[in-house]
């Protein structure tokens, strides 16, 4: 299947590779408008250690391992694919409200990040009024 950027998140399974993607998907806001904020990488950490509760080492792995994470196209489908299917809704929605709070981590809403979180709703077959609905949550 070709670099280890484009399966890394195929190792594992159930819980495991669910948590690598929802955490590269959240990793993949931050330099979505060019630039990693210090505030960015603090909020994800937060959000990881809350959401997962996971040890301060844990935390450290799921990190290195979003860090990974490529931003293409067919990176973000496949990753999508496997999440639609193992996922609840309630797990997509949650995630998409945490990438919002990515986006805002900074203080600033950059359009790039905007179209970033819109593009994985719509690989995710997350209707637009869900997408705002979960901005506001």
Request: net charge negative; glycine share 4%.
């Amino acid at each position: 299947m070709g670099d280890k950027k484009t399966v890394w998140w195929m190792e594992g399974e159930g819980e495991l590779r669910k948590r690598r993607i929802i955490a590269s998907f959240l990793y993949l806001v931050m330099p979505s408008d060019g630039q990693n904020h210090p505030k960015e990488l603090d909020r994800f950490a937060r959000i990881l250690a809350d959401d997962f509760n996971l040890s301060e080492r844990e935390l450290y792995d799921l990190v290195q391992i979003a860090q990974e994470a490529d931003p293409r196209g067919h990176a973000l489908e496949q990753m999508s694919t496997v999440l639609k299917r193992e996922a609840s809704r309630e797990e997509v929605l949650n995630l998409l409200s945490h990438m919002w709070e990515m986006v805002f981590a900074d203080g600033r809403m950059h359009e790039l990040e905007i179209v970033f979180v819109e593009r994985v709703a719509k690989l995710l077959d997350i209707p637009q009024d869900d997408l705002v609905a979960a901005m506001q949550s």
